[in-house]
């Protein structure tokens, strides 16, 4: 099976910006979508369909595509944004099986 | 209120069987895929599977494919995971997940808090 490949960590100051990356060669041709997930709690999307946001997540959050790689970017960055982010994609014929990102933990300084 | 509420998990010894429960309410459950998502202690997201809405199909990852069953009763509101021949690398925090709605995938929109499987050797 394929695989989506991020960085293990990410570090960022409050109010600065934050980019966590993903890569795969299905990205090149299907969507990715975004989870934060914090200890002991469930995963919440935060990006769907590589740069659309859900309701309710705030603006801060954007998602952008190119290529094979996908970029989850976090403006003003909040301590309550410290998490482990996971990108997430179809098979590249768009359907099943689904995979997730290896996992990229944002920590604010 | 959308809301699901996994349950079932426990201890079992490696080549056990368990069978894990999703219950959901605030929503119309015969109209959503249903996904498993597991997470073993320390590590990462796994997708596990996932069964269309009406139940007339389900497609595993390759870590559980020929192990684990994915199945729901619409009537009933409850998706299940069918767990076979388990070993330690099964252990973890199993979560299920509602496709958001639209004809295509949206992602996971809404989880539940999860149950967790121990297979101790």
């Known amino acids: 099976s394929y695989k989506l490949t991020q960085p293990p960590s990410v570090s960022v100051s409050p109010r600065q910006t934050a980019r966590i990356t993903c890569s795969g060669e299905?990205?090149?041709?299907?969507?990715a979508y975004w989870y934060q997930k914090r200890p002991g709690q469930a995963p919440i999307l935060v990006i769907y369909?590589?740069?659309e946001r859900p309701s309710g997540i705030p603006e801060r959050f954007s998602g952008s595509s190119s290529g094979t790689t996908v970029t989850l970017i976090i403006r003003e960055v909040q301590s309550e944004d410290e998490a482990d982010y996971y990108c997430?994609?179809?098979?590249?014929?768009?359907?099943?099986?689904?995979?997730f990102g290896t996992g990229t933990k944002v920590t604010v300084l | 209120q959308v809301y699901l509420a996994e349950s079932g998990g426990g201890e079992v010894q490696p080549g056990g069987s368990l069978r894990l429960s999703c219950a959901a309410s605030g929503f119309r459950f015969k109209s959503h895929g249903m996904h498993w998502v597991r997470q073993a202690p320390g590590k990462g997201l796994d997708w596990v599977g996932v069964?269309?809405?009406?139940?007339?199909?389900?497609y595993y990852g390759d870590s559980v494919r020929g192990r684990f069953t994915i199945s729901r009763d619409n009537s009933r509101n409850t998706l299940f995971l069918h767990l076979n021949a388990l070993s330690p690398e099964d252990t973890g925090v199993y979560y299920c997940?509602?496709?958001?709605?639209?004809?295509?995938?949206?992602?996971?929109?809404?989880w539940g808090r999860g149950t967790t499987v121990t297979v101790f050797s």
């Open positions: 997430q994609t179809t098979d590249i014929s768009g359907g099943y099986p689904h995979v």
């Open positions: 299905a990205l090149a041709k299907r969507f």
């Open positions: 369909n590589d740069s």
């Open positions: 997940a509602r496709e958001a709605p639209g004809d295509s995938f949206n992602g996971l929109d809404v």
């Open positions: 069964i269309l809405y009406d139940g007339s199909k389900a």
